[in-house]
């Protein structure tokens, strides 16, 4: 296999059309199911790209419902922790399976007070305890409707604790849905042995979670998500208060991951964090896998320089072919971890080749870019209609690489303070200006029905079938292609 994808990336492939046994090729009914790390599996195998264009919490938030996961970046300046953690709160607290810190009040606050809590939090319930967190009753906006707010407790209002269902200990989520349907409630307050509120779980929640069956959640039913750190500077810090705020896996990303650097950070991590989630990169080689690997980390990202806003094979000569860094690799981690097949992944059927070279999943940046869910302001620029040579307004957003000196200054990452440092990497990524092209959701949605079609052209019945069909017997599948094979495949 090494021989055939020697210095080939994507277009350099087609792959033969095998017997189909499917009847749909729809994404409801296929098996798209891969690992990102260890000890995090997608429904999906999409992944936002760490990039200060492409994810903070809206993005994250879409794509984790979509059934990926987003990774936010770390462009933000060295020392300022807090924004970052904030887009990753903003992630954990978009749904709930079980609330575990419900709003609360007591029985002796006036109905005034229980106003105006329910206004400045946005809810319509809340837990009446007392001063030892034991559960008194429940109170809902209804039971405040129609009476005088200046007079009265919540105690005359609420519905006392022996009138409601209460559930000992915390269910899973199917349990409590059962105990809701089977008694008709709308509310499970959840309490310990003692009578101590431990949380509440709401109909409306449960709902949420059934209307996005892909979508992809924690134990406790909020949206899972990932942050980048670098491997330098406050990055330790920095994981410290991400893993506090509840983010599910860590990304060291580093231009250059096979190097003493992330050796270093890596064992810093560990001591640190202990066995938190923990994917590294990048590398293209099967030594940066194996590497990594033995550092014992959880995941490994691949890609050095196919990436849609990098300039680093122009300025550097260094880098490999996607497809050839992706069966290398591949053939290091030999399964016992996922890739991450990271850049150049430019049209949609570059996705199942990702995933048939080597990758579990794949990282996407430009593919996201210029969409309403990407961070960054709206830019409005001329542009000239070919057709009728008039003038016309359009609205752009900037993508960019995120060594492209413009990232750089702004977050001016002083991880790296040498001004050498700061130029070196200046030069390894670009700036472009993408039209706005709407929500990422349907965008996402076309390309996994691609994928289905894909398996369906592969002759499997899911994606983990069609992987193995292929690593059985890759020659069955793949057609490297002439110069104008290429151009009768992909030029337009
Ligand atoms: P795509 O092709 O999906 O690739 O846009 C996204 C990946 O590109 C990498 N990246 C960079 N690589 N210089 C680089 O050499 C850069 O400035 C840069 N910015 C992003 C990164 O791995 C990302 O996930």
Redesign the pocket.
């Known amino acids: 296999m090494i021989d055939l994808v020697r210095g080939a990336t994507f277009d350099d492939f087609l792959f033969n059309p095998q017997y189909s046994i499917l009847e749909r090729r729809d994404p409801a009914a296929i098996d798209l199911t891969s690992r990102f790390s260890t000890g995090l599996t997608l429904k999906r195998p999409i992944v936002s ?3 200060d264009t492409v994810t903070r919490a809206e993005m994250a938030i879409a794509v984790a419902e979509e059934g990926g996961i987003g990774i936010i970046d770390r462009g933000f300046r060295s020392g300022e922790i807090e924004p970052q953690v904030r887009e990753v709160e903003i992630v954990k607290r978009k749904q709930h399976g079980v609330i575990a810190d419900p709003y609360t009040i007591t029985a002796g606050a006036s109905l005034a007070e229980a106003a105006a809590r329910m206004r400045t939090t946005g809810v319509g319930t809340l837990v009446v305890v007392d001063d030892r967190n034991r559960l008194q009753g429940l109170l809902t906006a209804r039971d405040l409707r129609f009476v005088d707010h200046s007079q009265g407790t919540v105690a005359f209002r609420m519905t006392p604790r022996e009138r409601l269902i209460v559930q000992q200990g915390t269910p899973d989520l199917a349990a409590a849905e059962e105990v809701m349907r089977a008694r008709k409630i709308k509310k499970l307050p959840l309490v310990d042995k003692d009578g101590a509120l431990l949380g509440l779980v709401t109909a409306r929640d449960l709902v949420t979670q059934r209307d996005l069956p892909f979508a992809t959640r924690d134990a406790q039913g909020r949206l899972r998500v990932g942050a980048a750190i670098g491997a330098k500077g406050d990055y330790l810090e920095r994981a410290a208060e991400l893993i506090r705020a509840g983010v599910d896996v860590i990304v060291i ?1 580093i ?1 250059h991951g096979h190097s003493l650097v992330m050796a270093r950070a890596i064992d810093a991590f560990r001591k640190q964090c202990g066995d938190a989630q923990l994917v590294t ?2 590398v293209a080689t099967s030594e940066g896998v194996t590497f990594l690997l033995e550092r014992g980390v959880n995941g490994i ?1 691949v ?10 094979r122009l300025n550097t000569s260094f880098g490999v072919p996607q497809v050839q860094a992706l069966v290398e690799s591949r053939g290091a981690a030999g399964g016992r971890v996922p890739i991450i097949a ?5 049209r949609d059927g570059a996705l199942v080749q990702a995933l048939l070279f080597g990758g579990d999943t794949v ?5 996201l ?1 210029g969409t309403t869910e990407t961070p960054g302001d709206i830019v409005q620029k001329p542009v000239v209609v070919p057709e009728s040579h008039k003038t016309v307004r359009v609205p752009f957003k900037v ?6 000196l413009e ?1 750089i200054v702004d977050r001016l990452d002083v991880e790296d303070l040498e001004a050498a440092d700061v130029e070196a990497l200046g030069a ?3 700036e472009i200006a993408v039209p706005l092209r709407g929500s990422v959701r349907p965008i996402l949605r076309d390309m996994l029905k691609h994928l289905c079609s894909a398996i369906s052209y592969g002759g499997a019945r899911s994606l983990g079938e069609l992987q193995e069909m292929f690593r059985k017997d890759p020659a069955r599948y793949v057609i490297r292609l002439t110069d104008s094979g290429r151009r009768e495949s992909f030029e337009r």
């Open positions: 790209a760490n990039m990303d231009a990169g990048n990202k890609g050095i320089g196919p990436g849609g806003g990098c300039t680093t990271d850049g150049g992944v430019r990282m996407l940046g430009s593919a870019a993508f960019r690489g995120m060594a492209s990232a390894e990524g670009m």
